[in-house]
C-alpha cells in the first residue's frame, strides 16, 4: 500500500494548499498520508477533510526542530491531540523566536540596501515562517534579483543558494532555526499521546548511534528510513538498526513543490515510492 507521511503545505515551507496536496497525492496512488509542516498544526483540519473526501486516511501529523544537548534534529509527530493548549503554547513561542529572527536578518539586508517591506512580508505569515517564500518575495523585486544574479554570478539563482548567501553568512547574519528542547516534547507527549520519529536522520550523511540509543532511553519510537535524502546504503543501515533496536520504520517524500523550469524530474514522486509493506512496525502509525 502506497503512503506518504511527510508533506508539506503553505502553512510551512509548502507551495501548495493542504487540499491541493491531497488531491496530488490522490493522484499517486496514495492511501494513507500525513501532513507535516514544520511546527505548526494550522493546515491539518483542512488536509483531513480534503484526503476524506479522496478517500485517503489522514494520520495527524507535525515535523519539529529539536535539540538534544548540542545536536539539532528534527522529529515527525504522529497521532497526538492537536488541539491540546499546551501543545499550542509550545509552538506559538516556538514561531515567534523565529518571527523575530527572520525579522532581524530581513533589516540586516534592508541596511545592505535591498528593496522589499519587512512588515508586507511578516504579515502572510501567522504561523511559521518559510525563508523560502520570504526569499521568492525579495526576489520579485526586479532591482534585488538583478543584484542576486551578480553578486551570485548565476542567471537563474536556486532558493537554496540565495538562502545561503544572505541568510546564512556570518558577514550578514546566520537564521537558527527555532528549536524546541527534546526532553520538553517527550514531556509533552506523555500528556497529548503520540508516536516521535526521528526524521530523514541521514540527510547529513551521518548516523549517530550512540545518538539513537540516547533518544531511545527518553523515550524515541521510531525513524524514518524511506526518504529522498537517504542514499541506498543508508536505507539498509537505517533499516538494520531500526531493527536491531526494535524501532518502528516510517517512510515519506518530504514533497514541497513541483520544481518547474522544464525539469524532467519535477517531484521525488517521479522515481520513488514508499510502500508500507517495507516497513516494520508501520501499522502502529498508520493502523
Not at 526521528?198 to 525513524?223: F, M, Q, R, S, Y
Request: with cysteine.
Amino acid at each position: 500500500m502506497l503512503i506518504d507521511l511527510q508533506l508539506h503545505s503553505i502553512y510551512s515551507d509548502g507551495y501548495l494548499t493542504p487540499t491541493q496536496l491531497a488531491d496530488f497525492i490522490a493522484g499517486q496512488g496514495v492511501k494513507v498520508a500525513s501532513l507535516t509542516d514544520h511546527n505548526t498544526v494550522s493546515g491539518l483540519h483542512e488536509f483531513r477533510a480534503a484526503c476524506q473526501k479522496k478517500k485517503i486516511r489522514p494520520i495527524t501529523g507535525m515535523e519539529l526542530y529539536v535539540k538534544y544537548k548540542s545536536h539539532k534534529l528534527n522529529l515527525l509527530w504522529y497521532n497526538f491531540d492537536f488541539a491540546q493548549p499546551e501543545l499550542h503554547s509550545i509552538l506559538r513561542e516556538s514561531q515567534l523566536r523565529r518571527r523575530t529572527a527572520v525579522r532581524n536578518l530581513l533589516e540586516k539586508l534592508l541596511d545592505l540596501k535591498f528593496k522589499f517591506d519587512i512588515n508586507k512580508i511578516l504579515d502572510k505569515y501567522n504561523h511559521y515562517i518559510p525563508l523560502n517564500h520570504v526569499v521568492s518575495e525579495i526576489n520579485s523585486e526586479p532591482a534585488n534579483l538583478a543584484r542576486i544574479r551578480k553578486e551570485l554570478k548565476i542567471k537563474d539563482p536556486r532558493e537554496e543558494e540565495v538562502m545561503s548567501r544572505y541568510f546564512n553568512n556570518r558577514d550578514i547574519g546566520v537564521l537558527r532555526e527555532s528549536y524546541l528542547d527534546i526532553r520538553r516534547i517527550f514531556r509533552l507527549r506523555e500528556r497529548v499521546g503520540g508516536k516521535l520519529i526521528l526524521c530523514h536522520p541521514a540527510k547529513n550523511n551521518h548516523i549517530d548511534k550512540e545518538i539513537w540509543n540516547k533518544l531511545k532511553e527518553l523515550g524515541l519510537d521510531g525513524v524514518e528510513v524511506l526518504s529522498p535524502h537517504h542514499s541506498y546504503g543508508a536505507v539498509m543501515y537505517i533499516q538494520q538498526l531500526a531493527r536491531d533496536m526494535d524501532l518502528i520504520e516510517t517512510g515519506g517524500s518530504d514533497f514541497h513543490r513541483y520544481e518547474g523550469n522544464n525539469f524532467p524530474i519535477q517531484k521525488s514522486w517521479d522515481y520513488y515510492k514508499i510502500d508500507s509493506k517495507y516497513l516494520n512496525g508501520i501499522k502502529e502509525i498508520i493502523g
